[in-house]
């Protein structure tokens, strides 16, 4: 359930209007707040008329290529517009009033009462009593013990303050049923104003997660069947379960019950969305259809479904949330399942769950081989969190892991390095679609071949004593991932004789003590529409060395980085053969290059 909040501001007589497109503010589910996963283009503008007008006039790219995150506009936090951050100003956000829509789904987990504008009164609370008729007390309790609720009921029904709180003060229901109302003033009771409805949902939400901790051993390990789940690289997304519609031809309907399916068929062929999803849009293996390649069979990974249609034993479980996906609520059960990988690489966490990782490294994730770790359907919109502990996710120097997936998670609140890319080539990793936020230490991302010795933006001065790494780092790709509101002592994203790749990515309100981004001894960055915006550096937003290689692809860095503020160069710093700027275990006159 969510509450619509609006905002303060005159809607001038029409619900929900927005001045800048002259009507109607999307609604909640609109697709104007969707955005096409990185590669995956299936939506063009979107459904809202006035929305997609008003951004496709300022940038056409939304709606003749791909309505992407800078179309919907990159997220900051609740109380920021969220901008198009390749075309300042153009987003749906800023042009669709997204600020007068805000959707709160955990406020009614907190017990938030819109009609109160504060907190349903307590379980406990007197407002949930109310004087018997035939009690030789009748007249013992007049209003109750919350202030705003008994304001609530008292200024449309006196009597229930002057007089007596009674059952229609308190609400009276025949059958029990929810809300209960004042049957002599209807409307006016404690249980329909004071939303006793929440209270009831937060009390199945508490009794919920009293089962959510396990304490496990491998002696006390208990395992649970399961039918297999399948991630589908085409989609970047879990495939359909074999009971979807998707698998089904049907005359009578248009699209099917998976989304990520049904929208990556309509793209290649309107038909099945528009008319019927007949025999063509489900497809076969044979792929006979009518679009050659464009079929349910095809795109969605029918084939991969078929072959994992088996049980296997493993700790994960239906989610509270949605309990048609199998994930995990507890650190440990994941961590051990993880650990054991004998018959699924695949690992989901359930929608609306969070990790808190402690104070050390206990609980730090160490993928494996072929390991695929996704919030629910592989969104961040599922609200997924890995909190605290000195490192989110480790990947061990001196060892080859390869094909790592992570997808849909938010990082927050690392003391020391969230993700510790230390493993050797060819070892690899993508995050798709995650983000860090808040986080402080040494550096949010560090990626690097070679032994702690050797370290060089750890360690500069040290360099001298080894002129070459051992070993060259591993390659990690983000995909539509967020770095928003760090603070780090030394850097963001830092390279090291490795190789890395941004993809539709944002580095936003970070501050650092070195550089946003460093790129250092023979590495290698390949950047494609990602943007700087609004970050403080101690000397630059943007860091490469003289030996190392920075690629640019179907974008211009100087539409790249803007707000940002920095000591040296508040764009990209390239520094020039000859200059020493990191071997003297600092920044010197003997540092130089070019500030673009």
């Not at 990974?301 to 996906?325: K, M, R």
């Not at 702690?452 to 002129?467: D, H, I, V």
Request: glycine content about 6%; some cysteine.
């Amino acid at each position: 359930m969510s509450i619509l909040l609006l905002t303060g501001k005159c809607l001038c007589g029409k619900e929900n209007y927005c001045n800048r497109i002259n009507g109607s503010i999307p609604p909640v589910d609109s697709s104007c707040w969707n955005w096409n996963p990185v590669d995956l283009t299936v939506q063009k503008g979107c459904d809202s008329l006035a929305c997609e007008n008003a951004v496709c006039d300022c940038d056409s790219y939304c709606c003749n290529t791909s309505w992407d995150l800078s179309c919907r506009g990159y997220s900051t936090n609740e109380t920021f517009s969220k901008d198009n951050h390749l075309n300042p100003g153009c987003s749906a956000s800023i042009l669709c009033c997204e600020e007068d829509l805000i959707v709160k789904e955990e406020f009614e987990e907190k017990g938030f009462c819109k009609n109160l504008d504060s907190l349903v009164p307590p379980k406990d609370s007197s407002c949930w009593d109310y004087n018997l008729i035939d009690s030789p007390n009748l007249m013992d309790q007049k209003g109750c013990d919350s202030l705003a609720c008994q304001s609530a009921v008292c200024s449309c029904d006196p009597y229930c303050c002057s007089t007596s709180w009674d059952e229609s003060c308190r609400g009276h229901s025949v059958d029990g049923i929810l809300p209960k109302d004042n049957l002599m003033i209807p409307g006016c009771s404690a249980s329909i104003l004071c939303c006793e409805e929440i209270l009831t949902f937060m009390e199945n939400i508490q009794e919920e997660n009293l089962t959510d901790f396990v304490s496990i051993t491998k002696e006390s390990y208990s395992f649970k069947e399961y039918q297999d789940q399948t991630y589908c690289n085409k989609l970047k997304a879990l495939s359909p379960p074999s009971d979807s519609n998707c698998w089904n031809a049907d005359s009578t309907r248009k699209g099917c019950d998976y989304e990520a399916c049904q929208n990556a068929v309509c793209s290649c062929d309107p038909y099945c969305c528009t008319t019927y999803w007949d025999e063509s849009c489900r497809g076969s293996l044979l792929d006979k259809g009518i679009i050659p390649g464009c079929s349910a069979s095809i795109l969605c990974c029918e084939e991969d479904v078929t072959l994992t249609e088996q049980h296997f034993t493993n700790y994960a479980g239906p989610c509270p949330s949605d309990p048609s996906i199998i994930g995990y609520k507890n650190i440990e059960t994941l961590l051990f399942d993880m650990e054991k990988q004998d018959s699924s690489n695949l690992f989901i966490i359930c929608p609306s769950t969070t990790f808190d990782l402690g104070t050390g490294t206990e609980y730090s994730v160490k993928p494996k081989s072929n390991i695929i770790l996704i919030c629910g359907n592989g969104y961040t919109s599922n609200k997924c969190f890995i909190l605290n502990g000195l490192h989110h996710l480790i990947f061990p120097s001196n060892e080859t892991i390869t094909n790592v997936i992570i997808q849909g998670i938010t990082f927050s609140n690392s003391a020391s390095t969230s993700i510790v890319g230390w493993s050797s080539s060819p070892s690899n990793a993508l995050f798709r679609d995650c983000e860090w936020k808040h986080n402080h230490g040494f550096s949010v991302i560090d990626i690097y071949g070679g032994n702690e010795a050797q370290r060089r933006f750890l360690r500069p001065k040290e360099r001298s004593l080894n002129s070459q790494f051992d070993n060259y780092g591993m390659l990690i790709q983000f995909e539509n991932c967020g770095f928003i509101e760090n603070v780090a002592k030394v850097g963001i994203l830092l390279i090291t004789k490795a190789k890395a790749q941004l993809t539709n990515c944002l580095f936003l309100f970070n501050a650092v003590g070195g550089i946003i981004v460093g790129v250092a001894n023979q590495a290698v960055l390949l950047l494609d529409r990602t943007s700087f915006s609004n970050n403080t550096s101690a000397f630059s937003t943007f860091f490469l060395d003289s030996t190392s290689t920075l690629e640019l692809q179907n974008s211009d860095h100087k539409a790249q980085t803007f707000g940002n503020r920095a000591a040296n160069c508040t764009g990209f710093f390239i520094e020039e053969t000859g200059s020493q700027c990191l071997n003297q275990g600092g920044y010197n006159p003997s540092c130089f290059g070019r500030c673009v």
